[in-house]
């Protein structure tokens, strides 16, 4: 069974006729080409590399049909930032090596994104908490929270990303 | 591009060059890989832990729309050669069994594969794999070492007259007369011993399983033959294996790792049967065929490590100096049939770590691993080690109690302290100060503080304590070790090329997951030519551009591969030099005369005589005419590099924890290390990877356990049941430094990649039990689960009279 559907995706419209059962992700990174998205707990909804925005919410497209997204906007990780003109917490991101592989930091980043215009301030705790939905492997988390914090603490007045604290220089 | 400061780069925190790709979705990762026409392969895997195959019927799969073929084991094994093969085996004594990569009449796992379908779409081949019929006669499993060594037990192989595959002693010598007088030696030194400490421990089947899962895409083509792609730590063995599985001429295969990895961290180190299926399949069917492998099939088939029992004895005088060791170890490899590995390579491996870095001048260390009907142990980080390293710092601690001595303070006197210094199991550590280390560490926790804070605690009804442990780790490993232990070879290796516009290009054949060689290499390279790392490429994992290396594992990158590229530089900056000499008259000049600084080569001699880095480039590639006598031109040089004996990078490590006696959940108030990595190319980088292994091993030691019921079924093939740490689950990790150069590195680098979760459960362990002392708690077993903590709180309330 298909059907034919229109999904937005980072400003571009999309319409394919696909099978009933293909999920959104599949739908993003075979049919838009957007290979950003990724998938790394193969549809079990508890990994988070495959996070998107749908109508400006993070949203874990392993766990939505293509179909459920016929007529709604998508943002995937190509539509955050360029390499010329980075998102603030793209930039954070690098400045405070929060990626090490890179495969689960498009997911972080769309979730991530989402939490700070909700938590216009968080604490320590509550960008861990956020982060549950998110499996990485590499960084041990550390990284990634202080990027995200740093990220949040120049929202107000557009601020430059600050730079992490020295690491202990050797002697 | 120039920038304002062009020297200088080793030692920098450098923004890392991998990044812009990987932040804005345009990484280059296996599922990346886009050709057209091509098919995908889902495997039908086993649903009995050891069953005999009855029959296999395919009819109604093939008979699905989009399905274009399937294959069984019976119909593979006639058509490739079995995975027996001299470059995927160690070059010591065990039971290497011949396979083949689906199962030909009897499977030995839950999960093993035993056919393949090929379709149009994997949505398709999920359907057909469904619909495939599979009569079984199931056998007796055993999922249990200990009893897979009994006389009656049950045979995994039924033509084995034991189920062990691998045993041996690490003590002693060779000789059976040696080992026994050793044996003897030692147990004299128990007999005198003011204290003995007999324990077991017991580490659960868990590894590191990288978010990326495994994957192969293969493209045959008529005139060139196989070119795959595929996640792999080791392409260039990869591509001798398959060359000789599909008994093609290895100018017929190339092997490209792709340029960005999911991680690793060993899980994509051995040689899976998987791949060259895949490959088998796409040359049958002349076209290109893809596997991608689910979650599922990752956890039921791969990351599985760890599984080790060890009783191990410490022999000790009154001041807790250790006076000897004795251990009993047992590794539960699984089904034993995985090339490279074959299972027993890690526990193998942790056996010889067992002493870590105290100078233990007695022991007799033994080792017997077992096959079982469960997936094949399969590496992860702290290769082999982190069961030894928990059973030694556990131990060690219980010793502590036993002699009522601080365990910080017992630890501290039987550190190594001098150098070089070979081990009781003949591992080699080459230099640094493991006890200022350590010191740093312990002050840096304020010990004294903590044990008033933690008699405080008490009295108010809360417990705290603390831990401590440490990891002697490699810093790469030498052909002196990795010859024998997997047939191949240690050293570096790297092909450096400089163009006419003075760029540099470095092809390494090993394949990072996410190491950052791409940045850190671009500044060694930078750093040695006083050029811009922007001005510096580095490629990786194609095995059709880069010469032959055994692959990303084992801390290689900064310790041995950067160390081929100081040596590449050298050699390069050395011919620079003689083309000035000889372009500008300088007789009697020698390349130490000359700087490469500010992207220019300067006589220090006469500051005005000097060329543009890109100047000499030029005229040394492209102007070849008028060379210096016997001088050849261009500018490209292939380094290698070995350190005669294994180089070592120190970990110390300890844990803060608090535990709810009323719950046994605990929560880790903080998280220190003092490191030694001798020279920091990157210090942020440096710190990524201490961070990450440290919380790989929070995550073993808390969460991750891979459970098989007694019918060997595999119960926690998903990330609900197989549990990984979330952020909210662990704490920033304050890393400390106590750097000594290593003088076997050109650079003095200590590489920082392999050892860190090692020491982890150890430290968390030790610091639970610190906290629970007035209950007399010792945990000999992981996971830390909160019912087992629990457990032993209650049993110690009991033992104390309630």
Known sequence: MEKTITVTVNGTAYTRTVPLRLLLVDFIRDECGLTGTHIGCTYEGRCGACTVQIEGRAHKSCMKLAVQADGKEITTIEGLGSRDNLHRLQQAFSRYHALQCGFCTSGILMNAVDFLNENINPSEAEVRRALVGNLCRCTGYSHIVEAILAASATRHGLKPVPPPAETEPPP | ?802
């Open chain 2, 1 to 802: 591009m120039s920038a304002a400061v062009e020297t200088g780069w080793i030692g920098r925190s450098l923004e890392r060059r991998e990044d812009a790709r990987l932040l804005t979705g345009r990484g280059e990762y296996l599922a990346d890989v886009r050709v057209s026409d091509c098919l995908h392969v889902c495997f039908v895997r086993s649903s009995h832990a050891h069953a005999r195959i009855k029959d296999i019927r395919l009819d109604a799969a093939l008979e699905i729309p989009g399905v274009v073929g399937a294959i069984t084991g019976a119909e593979l094994s006639r058509e490739i050669q079995g995975q027996k093969i001299p470059v995927l085996i160690p070059a010591f004594p065990a039971k290497y069994r011949q396979y083949w990569p689906l199962a030909v009449d009897e499977v030995y796992w839950h999960g093993e594969p035993l056919a393949a379908i090929v379709a149009k779409d994997k949505y398709v081949a999920e359907d057909a794999a469904a619909a495939v019929e599979i009569d079984y006669e199931p056998l007796p499993v055993v999922t249990d070492a200990e009893v897979a060594l009994r006389e009656d037990s049950p045979r995994v192989y039924d033509d084995w007259d034991s189920n062990e595959i691998f045993g041996t002693s690490y003590t002693g010598g060779f000789e059976a007369d040696q080992i026994a007088k050793n044996d003897a030696e030692v147990e004299a030194l128990f007999a005198q011993a003011d204290v003995v400490l007999r324990q077991r421990f017991r580490t659960q089947r868990c590894g590191v399983c990288p978010i990326e899962t495994r994957g192969a895409l293969a493209i045959w083509s008529e005139t060139d033959g196989l070119t795959v792609h595929l996640t792999t730590q080791r392409p260039h063995i990869e591509r001798l294996a398959l060359a000789d599985l599909l008994e093609l001429s290895t100018a017929e295969v190339r092997v490209v790792a792709p340029r960005d990895q999911g991680g690793g961290f060993g899980v994509k180190a051995p040689f899976y049967r998987e791949h060259v299926v895949v490959c088998h399949l796409a040359r049958k069917l002349g076209r290109p065929v893809r596997w991608i492998e689910t979650r599922e099939e990752h956890l039921m088939t791969v990351s599985q490590e760890r599984d080790q029992i060890h009783d191990l004895e410490i022999a000790a005088d009154r001041e807790g100096r250790i006076l000897a060791l004795r251990n009993r170890g047992i590794g539960d490899v699984g089904d034993g049939r995985q090339g490279v590995y074959w299972g027993f390579v890690m526990p193998s491996l942790g056996s010889v770590m067992l002493p870590n870095a105290y100078g233990i001048r007695h022991a007799d260390i033994k080792l017997r691993c077992a096959v079982t009907n469960k997936a094949c142990m399969s590496p992860s980080r702290s290769f082999g080690a982190l069961p030894t390293r928990f059973a030694l710092e556990r131990g060690l601690d219980m010793l502590a109690r036993k002699l009522g001595l601080e365990t910080a303070a017992l630890k501290r006197r039987n550190l190594v302290t001098e150098f070089p210094f070979i081990s009781v199991t003949g591992v080699h550590h080459d230099s640094g100060n493991y006890v200022k280390a350590w010191d740093k560490l312990v002050e840096s926790v304020d010990l004294p503080g903590f044990r008033a804070l933690q008699e405080e605690a008490r009295a108010s009804g809360r417990y705290i304590g603390i831990g401590f442990a440490c990891g002697a780790e490699f810093s790469g490993i030498p052909s002196d070790v990795l010859v024998p232990l997997e047939n191949q070879p240690g050293y570096g290796v790297v092909t450096m090329r400089i163009d006419p516009r003075g760029k540099i290009a470095i092809h390494e054949g090993d394949a990072p997951q996410g190491q950052s060689h791409e940045t850190t290499m671009a500044q060694v390279a930078a750093d040695a030519f006083g050029i811009h790392p922007d001005d510096v490429s580095v490629r990786h994992g194609d095995t059709g551009t880069t010469p032959l290396s055994s692959g990303t594992i084992g801390a290689r990158g900064a310790s041995y591969t950067v160390a081929a590229i100081a040596e590449a530089a050298a050699a390069l900056k050395a011919k620079m030099a003689r083309y000035m000499i000889h372009d500008h008259g300088l007789e009697g000049a020698t390349a130490d005369d000359f700087s490469f600084r500010g992207g220019a080569v300067i006589y220090e001699k006469d500051g005005n005589i000097r060329r543009e880095f890109a100047a000499l480039a030029d005229r040394i590639v492209m102007g070849s005419i008028n060379l210096p006598a016997g001088e050849d031109p261009g500018l490209e040089h292939t380094a290698y590099f070995e350190a005669p004996k294994p180089m070592i990078c120190f970990t110390a490590q300890a844990a803060k924890v608090e535990v709810d006696i009323e719950t046994g959940q605990f929560t880790i108030l903080d998280y220190a290390t003092c490191e030694d990595v001798g020279t920091v190319i990157n210090p942020i980088v440096v710190e990524g990877q201490v961070q990450g292994g440290v919380v790989q091993g929070m995550s073993n030691a808390m969460f991750e356990e891979f459970l098989y019921d007694e019918n060997g079924q595999q119960l926690t093939a998903d990330f609900e049941n197989y549990r990984l740490a979330s952020a909210a689950d662990v704490p920033n990790v304050t890393v400390g430094h106590s750097p000594t150069p290593c003088p076997d590195h050109p650079l003095g680098v200590r590489a920082v990649g392999e050892g860190r979760p090692g020491p982890v459960p150890g430290a968390l362990a030790n610091a639970i039990c610190d906290a629970l002392a007035p209950f007399g708690v010792e945990s000999t077993t992981l996971p830390l689960k909160p019912e087992m903590i629990l457990a032993l709180i209650e049993a110690g309330r009991a033992g104390n009279g309630g």
